[in-house]
């Protein structure tokens, strides 16, 4: 299958580039994934599309403020970390700008020295490993001085890093938000509990790989990268009995997506507590064994995330939506609106 197969035409004023005051206020397009019909609404009204009985599963995943500025030692360099895992303690894996500047050996400080860094590995793309030095706790030092690693294709400040980061946020991790989840408010959240629709919570940690475009022609040879994911016992079995009872299991996001297929295609259809890395590539063909039905935003062409889509809800489907969402002037991406399929 040829990638440009989910190319579409975006005018760039439609990518969003600052967040909603209010969250619940994006638009919401429902889409449905037998017939492709299309109908507007607005992501408050988000209950009126749920059914007591139904569970929404949440990605709890916490963004770091993983971008951190700083200055080789010696030169007076300026120099850009981005922190993608953490390795052992204090050594992670990080993408340098300029690499080039930053070989075995050198060091980079940050903040007049609160926080430094050595270089003890390198890869290709940009990839170092670097050994970090401070005093006192590192996610503190990190809130500090670190700054949310917004995608590149957003190009203004963030005034408030909170709007990066969902309300129900708990786990340390994240290169990246896991987006469909920033609908939400605790409000929201409430309401559709009082309708009698379960919340359950997994973790999938956000790795850059997302925003990576796909390079290769055909869909077969294009690589995932590997993130990192955990399901509780406690959630295992709320999904096995929302499933028993007839419910519907619906995602929020490609991250719960693809955490809840990891899971599910392992155990014939049922979720078991499970920890690990996952590379799962969904696409069309690919039989659905964990969800029902997702929300998600609206993605960029040819990449993976419209892919995984349309694999759920159909090609020719999911490109009649995305045309319709441009004419009808959609914001696109991360701070953007977002689709329900059911």
């Known amino acids: 299958m040829k990638v440009d197969l989910f190319d579409f035409h975006l005018p760039e004023e439609l990518i969003a580039q600052t967040p909603l005051t209010d969250r619940t206020s994006s638009r919401l397009m429902v889409l449905d994934k037998t017939t492709g019909a299309i109908t507007h609404d607005t992501f408050k009204h988000l209950k ?21 500025l700083g200055e080789k030692e010696g030169t007076g360099a300026k120099i850009e970390v981005l922190l993608l895992k953490q390795q052992d303690g204090d050594v992670w894996e990080t993408l340098v700008k300029p ?5 075995e050996g050198a060091r980079i400080e940050f903040g007049n020295g609160l926080l430094s860094a050595v270089c003890v590995g390198s890869s290709d793309h940009g990839g170092r490993t670097l050994e970090f030095h401070y005093e006192g706790i590192f996610y503190e030092v990190l809130d500090q001085l670190g700054e949310m690693p917004l995608p590149p294709y957003i190009k203004e400040q963030l005034e408030d890093r909170e709007r990066y980061q969902t309300v129900f946020a708990r786990e340390r991790g994240s290169a990246a938000a896991p987006t469909a989840g920033l609908h939400f408010t605790e409000e929201l959240l409430e309401e559709i509990k009082k309708l009698g629709v379960h919340i359950a919570f997994i973790t999938l940690h956000v790795g850059l790989g997302t925003f990576r475009p796909v390079s290769v022609e055909e869909i077969d040879e294009h690589d995932m990268h590997a993130e990192f994911y955990q399901m509780t016992e406690g959630t295992a079995n709320l999904l096995n009995k929302v499933r028993e009872n007839g419910g519907r299991i619906i995602t929020v996001g490609t991250t719960s997506t693809r955490t809840l297929e990891t899971i599910a295609s392992k155990h014939d259809g049922r979720f078991e ?22 929300i998600t935003n609206f993605h960029l062409p040819k990449s ?24 009808e002037k959609y914001r696109f991406f991360s701070f953007g609106d977002a689709m329900l399929i059911l």
């Open 273 to 294: 507590e499970a920890s690990g890395w996952t590379d799962i590539f969904i696409y069309p063909g690919y039989e659905f064994k964990g969800i029902d039905g997702m």
């Open 304 to 327: 993976t995330l419209i892919m995984l889509v349309s694999a759920l809800a159909g090609r020719e489907n999911v490109l009649q939506a995305y045309n319709k969402a441009v004419e």
């Open 48 to 68: 009126d599309h749920l059914k007591a009985g139904d569970c929404l599963v949440l990605n709890d995943t916490k963004v770091l403020p993983a971008r951190l």
């Open 99 to 103: 690499a080039k500047r930053i070989k």
